[in-house]
């Protein structure tokens, strides 16, 4: 008597096979996945941040994605996003005839939504570093629209915060706030926050590094906040060059009621000077937030 053997495969595999496959087996591969599940297009692919995590092999419930802030967490899930999203590629802020898409989106009425991609060569605006660079405008679109609430969380206030602040006025500040702040612990004296606190120690470094940049970024704001919805009210920040001979600070820039990746309201400063000491007195700290 002849018996018959059942042949189990996981979704990497079949993929793997897929493509020097012989008819037949295609065949059958087809019939029990969907032929959408074999395109080649990684946008018919990548629909979640868990088929993000498939692809890379990555755990959707490790800690980075799980712990911490909301927008801590969400900075790491669009890094998951777009790692997938580029299929390897990185890249390269040496090569100035590379560009690097991302996508930025308004934040004024109606609401947070995707305002369209652009790019740069071996420059990068605060937030939009080498973990959240795409390598063509496609997949900057595809992104934008696809996982738009993922980078609303990452990038917008209302996202909230587990750092608990002392509540101040502009007023009650005395003298130039830039002779004030020079380090990480004075914007935490200033805003009456502990500097020893977890949050500002544990994680990957671009993490520690953006937990911080927000505190620093408030305390030289003196309880100013961009208002979305004024397309007057120029929102500020520094931008950097990436290439060599290293990271180092280039100019201040504006926007109005829009926001590029990562550079979104809680990175936006009050003016450009702010921008400009902040990118030149901090210029470490943006460093580890903005590269790998």
Same mark, same amino acid.
């Given at each position: 008597?002849?018996?018959?053997?059942?042949?189990?495969?996981?979704?990497?595999? @079949?993929? %793997?096979?897929?493509?020097?496959?012989?008819?037949?087996?295609?065949?059958?591969?087809?019939?029990?996945?969907?032929?959408?599940?074999?395109?080649?297009?990684?946008?018919?692919?990548?629909?979640?941040?868990?088929?993000?995590?498939?692809?890379? #092999?990555?755990n959707p419930k490790a800690r980075r994605f799980t712990v911490g802030t909301i927008n801590q967490i969400y900075q790491e899930r669009v890094a998951e996003i777009v790692k997938a999203l580029n299929e390897g590629w990185v890249p390269d802020y040496d090569d100035s005839s590379e560009y690097k898409y991302t996508p930025y989106f308004?934040? #004024?009425?109606? $609401?947070?939504?995707?305002?369209?991609?652009?790019?740069?060569?071996?420059?990068?605006?605060?937030?939009?570093?080498?973990?959240?660079?795409?390598?063509?405008?496609?997949?900057?679109?595809?992104?934008?629209?696809?996982?738009? %609430?993922?980078?609303?969380? =990452?990038?917008?206030?209302?996202? $909230?915060?587990?750092?608990?602040?002392? +509540?101040?006025?502009?007023?009650?500040?005395?003298? +130039?706030?830039? @002779?004030?702040? %020079?380090? &990480?612990?004075?914007?935490?004296?200033?805003?009456?926050?502990?500097?020893?606190?977890?949050? &500002?120690s544990y994680g990957e470094s671009d993490e520690i590094a953006y937990a911080k940049l927000k505190v620093i970024t408030k305390a030289l704001n003196q309880g100013w906040v961009?208002? =979305? #919805? #004024?397309?007057?009210?120029?929102?500020?920040?520094?931008? &950097?060059?990436?290439?060599?001979?290293? &990271?180092?600070?280039?100019? +201040?820039?504006?926007?109005?009621?829009?926001?590029?990746?990562?550079?979104?309201?809680?990175?936006?400063?009050?003016?450009?000077?702010?921008?400009?000491?902040?990118?030149?007195?901090?210029?470490?700290?943006?460093?580890?937030?903005?590269?790998?």
């Amino acid at each position: 008597m002849k018996m018959s053997k059942t042949l189990t495969i996981d979704d990497a595999t @079949a993929r %793997k096979i897929y493509p020097s496959a012989d008819p037949e087996l295609k065949a059958i591969l087809e019939d029990s996945y969907g032929k959408p599940f074999f395109s080649a297009k990684i946008t018919d692919r990548i629909k979640s941040f868990e088929d993000a995590c498939e692809y890379n #092999n990555a755990n959707p419930k490790a800690r980075r994605f799980t712990v911490g802030t909301i927008n801590q967490i969400y900075q790491e899930r669009v890094a998951e996003i777009v790692k997938a999203l580029n299929e390897g590629w990185v890249p390269d802020y040496d090569d100035s005839s590379e560009y690097k898409y991302t996508p930025y989106f308004y934040l #004024n009425a109606p $609401g947070f939504r995707f305002g369209g991609s652009y790019f740069t060569h071996s420059a990068a605006g605060t937030g939009a570093g080498s973990r959240f660079a795409l390598k063509c405008r496609d997949l900057a679109d595809y992104a934008g629209r696809q996982f738009v %609430k993922e980078y609303e969380n =990452w990038m917008t206030p209302m996202a $909230g915060s587990s750092i608990k602040t002392a +509540s101040f006025a502009a007023t009650s500040f005395t003298g +130039s706030i830039t @002779a004030r702040v %020079k380090t &990480f612990k004075d914007a935490c004296d200033v805003l009456g926050i502990d500097s020893n606190d977890e949050a &500002f120690s544990y994680g990957e470094s671009d993490e520690i590094a953006y937990a911080k940049l927000k505190v620093i970024t408030k305390a030289l704001n003196q309880g100013w906040v961009p208002d =979305w #919805n #004024n397309d007057k009210q120029l929102k500020w920040y520094p931008w &950097f060059y990436m290439n060599n001979p290293g &990271f180092r600070f280039y100019v +201040s820039v504006y926007a109005s009621a829009c926001a590029s990746t990562g550079s979104g309201s809680r990175l936006r400063f009050a003016s450009e000077e702010l921008a400009t000491y902040a990118g030149k007195q901090f210029l470490d700290l943006y460093r580890d937030y903005m590269t790998m």
